[in-house]
């Protein structure tokens, strides 16, 4: 069942858009994150669909396997059964173009602006901007992290975008977010080398109690902040989770020369 939201009405109003906005944006900057049912379209997410099943039988590169990651419960390597099993489809704003006017069009640009703060948003192509796929049986659990571990950025303020294009449930590893962890400090030792979250130290323990998992339906829209921190379990259904996860930043928040971050061109908004 789709849930009960406000798909259309801010565009028709923007005054009570700005008025809402700004309210969500308060919760963001207190939770670290903002679900937005109904930001996407069906007809949009319907043809998003049609090109990203074409992209999955056969699976068309550039993509990141399970394999690749060796995260728990990963197949061990390529070779191995369900080694071939996708968990990303790259560079996914050149590659589905109907994706694009959505991205960088002005609903969304609008909740970026009160997100950010700032009214010169503009989308990286470095990290995340793919497909998430999230395939039965040989899918795996993404441990605790915050998304700042990937980003080499001026300042460390980015926002990701996960639409959701279809049921994300608990039980097909829906994503699970910690409640204000954005805005806490950690202490090295709270983390291990891989800067996932050691959950075997009582302090983090405590924050992990704290985790809500985000359900969301097809079109809806999570925000989260890079230093919020997120986990998904295994899909244990028999269908594969689909979602489009792409991150926004300041335009004069600038990628640090030479660091992965910087590989390709933000697309200014
Ligand atoms: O769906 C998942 O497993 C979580 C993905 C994630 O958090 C990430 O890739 O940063």
């Given at each position: 069942?789709?849930?009960?939201?406000?798909?259309?009405?801010?565009?028709?109003?923007?005054?009570?858009?700005?008025?809402?906005?700004?309210?969500?944006?308060?919760a963001?900057?207190r939770?670290?994150?903002?679900?937005?049912?109904?930001?996407?379209?069906?007809?949009i997410?319907?043809?998003i669909?049609?090109?990203?099943?074409?992209?999955?039988?056969?699976?068309?590169?550039?993509?990141?396997?399970?394999?690749?990651?060796g995260?728990?419960?990963?197949?061990?390597?390529?070779?191995?059964?369900?080694?071939?099993?996708?968990r990303?489809?790259?560079?996914?704003y050149?590659r589905?173009?109907?994706?694009?006017?959505?991205?960088?069009?002005?609903?969304?640009?609008?909740?970026?602006?009160?997100?950010?703060?700032?009214e010169n948003?503009?989308?990286?192509?470095?990290?995340?901007?793919?497909?998430?796929?999230?395939?039965?049986n040989?899918?795996?659990?993404?441990?605790?992290?915050q998304?700042v571990?990937?980003w080499?950025f001026?300042r460390p303020?980015l926002?990701?975008?996960?639409?959701?294009?279809?049921?994300?449930r608990?039980e097909?590893?829906?994503?699970?977010?910690?409640?204000g962890?954005?805005?806490k400090?950690f202490?090295a030792?709270?983390?291990d080398?891989?800067?996932?979250?050691?959950?075997?130290?009582?302090?983090?323990?405590?924050?992990?109690d704290?985790?809500?998992?985000?359900?969301?339906?097809r079109?809806?829209?999570?925000?989260?902040h890079?230093?919020t921190?997120?986990?998904?379990r295994?899909n244990q259904?028999?269908?594969?989770?689909?979602?489009?996860?792409?991150t926004?930043?300041?335009?004069?928040?600038?990628?640090?020369?030479?660091?992965?971050?910087?590989?390709?061109?933000?697309?200014?908004?």
């Open positions: 069942m789709k849930q009960p939201c406000s798909r259309n009405t801010p565009a028709r109003h923007p005054g009570h858009l700005e008025a809402l906005r700004s309210e969500q944006a308060e963001f900057d939770d670290g994150y903002l679900v937005v049912p109904g930001l996407c379209p069906d007809p997410c319907d043809r669909l049609e090109d990203v099943q074409e992209a999955l039988s056969p699976v068309l590169g550039p993509a990141e396997f399970e394999a690749d990651l995260y728990p419960g990963a197949p061990p390597d390529r070779g191995a059964k369900g080694g071939d099993t996708p990303r489809l790259l560079h996914a050149a589905f173009p109907p994706l694009r006017p959505w991205l960088t069009g002005a609903e969304v640009q609008g909740y970026l602006q009160a997100l950010l703060g700032s948003v503009a989308l990286s192509q470095c990290h995340h901007n793919c497909i998430m796929t999230k395939y039965p040989y899918s795996s659990t993404t441990l605790w992290h998304d571990r990937f080499s001026q303020e926002v990701s975008l996960w639409l959701a294009l279809g049921e994300e608990a097909n590893g829906a994503l699970q977010v910690i409640p962890s954005h805005s400090a202490p030792e709270l983390l080398d891989a800067l996932f979250l050691r959950t075997d130290v009582p302090e983090s323990r405590a924050l992990v704290q985790a809500i998992t985000v359900e969301l339906n079109g809806d829209a999570l925000f989260f890079c230093r921190l997120h986990a998904a295994k259904t028999d269908r594969v989770k689909l979602s489009a996860v792409f926004y930043h300041e335009q004069d928040n600038r990628p640090v020369p030479g660091t992965k971050s910087a590989q390709y061109a933000s697309i200014a908004l």
